[in-house]
């Protein structure tokens, strides 16, 4: 009961309490505002995540039926599936509403120095030969890209391969992305999408 003449000043009294807090947070978090890595910071995140650059590659984490850290162009069209035999996870996907869904993580381009290789890996089975593709893109010097590809021949498992040198420019864009095209009779199965780094040799 603090405030016994009106409602209004409690909730002004609140007001200036809660705006206090965050005035205090601020001060004490200046990490809080979004600034660009320095080198160090960029150094030490290749070495900790070992020139790996995405999130939940196995597939193995979901959420509202959708793979974390993944974006899906058309999320009607992915399904959670796990292997028989060892019980890891899949995903499964088959478009739906339009004739591909593309499967994508941008990672942090300033991870990526001039000379460095990226390796875009997926390992995935398909009966139907070009039915999904692994897509690598890097976009630099304002209007530039780059684009790698490669699709699956068909008949089983098998790990298709993107690869592009980072050129001798500032990076706007990586996007690793999987395609999977309309066509194919049964699912293509996704075990695991993994890109990395190979550093550039001083």
Known sequence: MCCK????SCVSKAGVTIFGVLLALTALMPSAVAEPASPAELAAQRAANSGRLLFNDTFSEWQNDQPTAWVI????????GAEAETGAALLSA???NSDFV???QNPNPALCLPGDVLIF???CYSDDAGSVEAVLRVNHSGDKRIITREAHPGGGWAKLRAVCPVPEAELSLV??????????ETPVRLRSAQANIV????
């Open 5 to 8: 003449n009106t409602r209004t």
């Open 73 to 80: 162009s058309d999320p009607e069209a992915v399904t959670k």
């Open 94 to 96: 088959k478009p739906v």
């Open 102 to 104: 593309d499967i994508r």
């Open 121 to 123: 890996e997926v390992d």
């Open 175 to 184: 996007e690793c992305r999987i395609r999977v095209i309309k066509g194919a």
């Open 199 to 202: 550093p550039a040799i001083p």
